[in-house]
């Protein structure tokens, strides 16, 4: 029902916020009228400031035999031909001295929401965007330590790092050739750099865009409903991937790695909730997680595991 409530909305050009998790099974959908009811709050900047505030967290984390065990299983899968790329996650125990609402108000990031007491996220990483006649999208994949010697040539001419990307940007390529036409690469492989609390990390990104026409907004809920779950956090079958991230992750994602997104009755701004926090009976958990291919070597991906355990 709810994408059918967000086709109901386009049409009537009524602004909303809007929430899905993971599997695009829970769906929450808030007309921006009424969220003064809701304990929830975003954020969305395009050119928002880091303020170099400095934030730790103690980390608890998966060790990394455990990790090596799921990630010799993804290597099966994708040597058996299930997936060729596959995001792995995993859940790092953490602790700070913040409620969820102080961390929201602390931290700087592009897209940021906070849902009631159950998780805050802080966001670097798009997922579409609509104004006019034109969908866009800007799939993220491929991540370096920025105080890394050449750190922004290695990661460009790392061949493992741009068969990953070139994936990613075929998959989503496909996603948006089902809601829109004219699909292409507007710029392949771009560097951003993001402050990942006591480091700086290079990521690299690309930016795809397709045409929707005029009629989108009382598409809105088809068009979500046809490129979730978001390819860059899931891979590549994404049906079967998803079938084998469900066995081999062994926890919930929950709302990690979902996607919110803002309609204002002219343009449509979402972002991937990745850098995500979330409030257990048992403390803060923190999921975050890379992209897995045949190339890849584990003790890195467990490295970046780590590395994107932060707050900005």
Not at 99 to 123: G, M, N, T, W
Not at 188 to 208: C, D
Request: aromatic residues 10%; charged residues 30%.
């Amino acid at each position: 029902m709810s994408f059918e409530l967000l086709n109901s909305l386009g049409k009537e050009r009524k602004p909303f916020l809007f929430i899905s998790d993971f599997k695009a099974q829970k769906i929450e959908v808030i007309p921006l009228d009424e969220l003064h009811l809701h304990d929830i709050e975003f954020s969305i900047q395009e050119n928002y400031r880091v303020t170099k505030k400095v934030k730790t967290l103690k980390k608890s984390p998966i060790s990394f035999k455990k990790y090596k065990e799921k990630f010799d299983q993804v290597i099966k899968k994708i040597e058996s031909g299930e997936t060729y790329l596959l995001n792995l996650t995993q859940a790092t125990k953490v602790e700070i001295d913040l409620s969820l609402k102080e961390i929201y108000e602390e931290v700087d990031a592009h897209y940021k929401l906070r849902y009631r007491d159950d998780f805050v996220c802080f966001s670097p990483e798009k997922f579409i965007q609509i104004s006019g006649d034109k969908i866009h999208t800007y799939p993220m994949k491929g991540t370096i330590d920025a105080s890394l010697k050449d750190a922004k040539e290695t990661i460009l001419n790392n061949k493992k790092e741009m068969a990953e990307h070139i994936m990613v940007v075929d998959l989503l390529r496909n996603d948006l050739s089902i809601v829109s036409k004219k699909v292409k690469v507007e710029e392949f492989r771009y560097i951003t750099k993001l402050n990942a609390g006591e480091k700086e990390l290079l990521q690299v990104s690309s930016h795809i865009s397709g045409c929707v026409g005029d009629s989108w907004h009382e598409n809105i809920g088809t068009i979500l409903k046809e490129l979730l779950p978001a390819g860059s956090i899931s891979g590549t079958p994404k049906k079967s991937t998803l079938e084998i991230i469900e066995q081999i992750e062994e926890y919930d994602r929950g709302y990690f790695s979902g996607v919110f997104g803002v309609y204002d009755g002219e343009k449509f701004d979402s972002g991937v909730m990745i850098r995500f926090i979330q409030n257990t009976n048992n403390g803060y958990i923190y999921k975050s997680g890379g992209g897995i291919t045949l190339d890849s070597i584990g003790i890195d991906e467990y490295n970046e595991l780590l590395d994107k355990v932060y707050l900005p």
